[in-house]
């Protein structure tokens, strides 16, 4: 999935949001540069670094497929930068970011015992 299909969806979520979509390296639109060391750190690290620099933090993190995996990492290694995830149907997720889901799972199951939303 690519940024391009997420476009019906900008208009009514920037009624009261700021709207950024972006394809990450290699995906989509993107350039595809043969020496780049595609791995999942480099996409958690350029997701990352997006939210810092471009959309001011903490983000609402909507993703798709894989992307939708780099966000959980995101919002595991990097909680002060993720406000919520909306994820669409994760892909390979559990190969990238089962410690990141089981600690995320663990922290919201912490919050409903100690009466937190």
Known sequence: MNKDQWRKNFDVLA??????????IGFGFSDKPGSAPYSADLYVELIS???REVTGYPAHVIASSL??????RVADEHPELVRSLVLNAPADA???????ISR???EVRARKRAGKK
């Open 15 to 24: 009624q009261d949001f700021s709207v950024y979509a972006f394809d990450l």
């Open 49 to 51: 670094d997006f939210i």
């Open 67 to 72: 992307g939708a995996a780099y966000a959980v």
């Open 94 to 100: 559990a190969k990238i970011v089962n410690a990141s």
């Open 104 to 106: 995320l799972i663990h």
